[in-house]
């Protein structure tokens, strides 16, 4: 019993009606509402993820417009000691006063504690010895190797990249500016070192969120700052041994102990932050966060850009408490509608019952017995009353019938009742075109049985396409061997041409297929066609149960025939008999050659046989 009731629910239509009406109706209610549900939450996350981004472009675009900013004042604030009256007058003098020297430095020591960004101030004469400075370090010591030295003399002004510098081994970024008298000589030239630790607080210290961090890289990818310092110096992407080599990546990072970039495989998030020229948004997968979005925005005065990233799961959370309303609301209306479903699948069914009780007595020939009654005026109680009709009718035929079987005896009422298919057929004049695949029987030996199934479905399809232009019907395979009738079922005119055109568009698809299989490593083809045209007689063969529309004829057997000779002449692929062949006359187009009359086997009197080949352009038909 229990294995019968799993049965019948795993078979729909055996299901009773009151449970398809009562899923009908909750399909109806819960499926609009469940997908208006989805669709609405697809749509919020898409909004909250738009939202995301741009607050991670507008926090990361902030944080680049401050870096921008501090170095903008910074470079204002170089330009203007460089300029100082006492600072152009010290320079210029030889021998320089102590008096003056004291009063520069109280300058730059007014630089240094004025702003707490700034490392030291030092200025350096022409020729690049520092003779005044705010960390004594650096007094005495030549600076003219470096790099801002050199292009403050060359373009007035220089703001280097984060470097370490030889006599503190601290990372800073040094502002140089040359420093001219009134004539416009350069007499030297000032250096501001703005600590590096206060462009790592003020990108490191950034939080979006409970878990959102930010971070700065340059323009080779490498982690100038970030809110997680083991990641510090640390590269997005791997670096080429040529951009290793470059001098600043030595200035930067070997004097501090540090002898290898380690590249963190961000390709992707590498690739939409190096080198960006606009805020921008992206997003990555961590091996230990998870999904990650990314917003960012390049700095304008120097090449780096700043990041911002934050969870994916973050901002969704909130959308998950939503899905999860949402759900349970979908539950709730789905148990009342099952409810409401139940009761009115009820007072459907209820008539159905009857319905099929009645039914099984009009089976039953018990006519009496079927009658509906009708409770109501709706489409149920219509269906009652046509119902009931019907069963009048059925009632009054088998009385009808029952007296014709009392006129006539009951086997000859069956049969003018039920009707006879007849068997026999009809003499037409057709065309039989027989193809055969040459070796076929060694080429199956070769193969194993799907391939060889295979081979035939891509040969027969391609050989019934090439015949459907000329109507031929196909009415039979064999194995390999394709049977096409041109002039049955149906008539038609000029069916030696149909068919010789037909033999030619299937040696034309064969070429293709052929080319196709060579292509691709596999073995050509090779058929033989023979075409026989005559009467034949067509019809329905078989018995009752099983019928078949057919040929059958001389005609058939010389198509076969001239088919197998195809294998004695390798050069013609296409022999037709006598009468085919008058029916080719004057075609354009065809260059038909008669071989004369051959023996056929099993056939006494000898075939007038001709082959047939698509005409070369240019030459007339033979």
Sequence with gaps: ??????????????????????????????????LTAAYNLHQSLASVRRTAHLNLELFAGTTAARLDQLVTDTRHTVAQVAADAEVVTFLSAAPRAAAASASVQRALDNVVRSN?????????????????????????????????????????ASVSELLTGSTTARPGVFFSQAVRDSAGTTVGVLVLKLQGESLMDMVGSLRLGEQGQGFLIDEYGVILSHTERRLLFHSLTALSAEVLRLPVFDRRFSSVGIDTITSLGLDTLGEAMIGATAPGHTSYTDSKRGPLI?????????????????????????????????????????????????????GIVR????????????????????????????????????????????????????????????????KLLGGELSLGGETRRVAVLFSDIRGFSGLSERMDPQGVVALLNEYLTEMTDAVRPYQGYINNFIGDAIVIVFGAPLHQVGIEQRATRAALAMQSRLMELNA???????????????????????????SPERLLYTVIGDTVNVAARLEALTKDYPEHALLVSRSVAEGLK?????????????????????????????????RSAS
Aim: proline share 6%; charged share 25%.
């Design 116 to 156: 707490p960004d700034v490392f030291s101030v030092f200025l350096l004469d022409k020729a690049g010895t520092c003779v005044v400075a705010t960390n004594p370090e650096n007094l005495g010591r030549n600076y003219a190797f470096r790099s801002y030295y050199r292009d403050a003399l060359e373009h007035g």
């Design 1 to 34: 019993m229990r294995r019968l009731y799993a049965m019948r629910l795993s078979r729909p239509s055996s299901w009773p009606v009151a449970l398809k009406l009562s899923l009908a109706f909750l399909a109806v209610a819960l499926v609009p509402m469940g």
């Design 516 to 542: 196709r299989r060579l292509a691709r490593g596999d073995f050509p083809l090779k058929t033989g066609i023979g075409i026989s045209a005559g009467e034949v007689v067509a019809g329905q063969i078989g």
């Design 294 to 346: 990314v917003g960012f925005a390049p700095m304008k005065t120097r090449p780096w850009t700043v990041g911002v990233e934050m969870p994916d799961a973050e901002f969704s959370a909130p959308l998950v408490s939503l899905a999860r309303g949402t759900l349970l609301s979908v539950l709730v209306v789905g148990l009342v509608v099952t409810v409401l479903a139940l009761l009115v699948a009820r």
């Design 351 to 414: 008539p159905l019952v009857e319905l099929t009780r009645a039914a099984r007595a009009v089976e039953q020939g018990e006519y009496g017995a079927a009658r509906v009654p009708v409770h109501s005026e709706d489409e149920v109680g219509s269906l009652a009353r046509a119902f009931n009709t019907m069963a009048d009718g059925l009632a009054e035929r088998e009385r009808e019938r029952d007296i014709f079987g009392r006129v006539v005896s009951p086997e000859v009422r069956e």
């Design 586 to 618: 004057d075609q354009p187009g065809l260059r038909v050659e008669s071989l004369g009359l051959i023996h056929l086997k099993g056939r006494g009197e000898p075939v007038d046989v001709s082959a047939v080949h698509a005409e070369a352009a240019g």
